[in-house]
């Protein structure tokens, strides 16, 4: 599962980008939607790249639907290869 926005495909690289109404900044996918200071429940995320809004349970995608043109958009989804220690 990954979570990007459903207008522009923005993928959400984990962090603070939201801000509550009651002033909170904080990363709304690590709480589905609830402000950790208020409890305040947004049921709609706007996108901090192209600032649309979405329905917050729009920004949830599985892995399935990932295409070939969000793989090269996004480096950070290639699989890298394991480092392996170097022993002596
Ligand atoms: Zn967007
Ligand atoms: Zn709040």
Redesign the pocket.
């Known amino acids: 599962m990954y979570i990007a926005c459903p207008k522009c495909a923005w993928r959400h690289p984990g962090g603070a980008f939201w801000r509550?109404?009651?002033?909170?900044v904080w990363d709304t996918f690590a709480t589905h939607g609830v402000?950790p200071?208020?409890?305040?429940t947004h049921r709609i995320t706007q996108c901090p790249t192209c600032f649309q809004r979405s329905d917050h349970e729009e920004w949830y995608h599985d892995d399935d639907d990932l295409t070939v043109e969000e793989y090269l958009a996004n480096p950070e989804r290639v699989a890298q290869p394991i480092v392996v220690p170097v022993e002596g």
């Open positions: 509550c109404t009651c002033g909170h402000c200071q208020c409890a305040t």
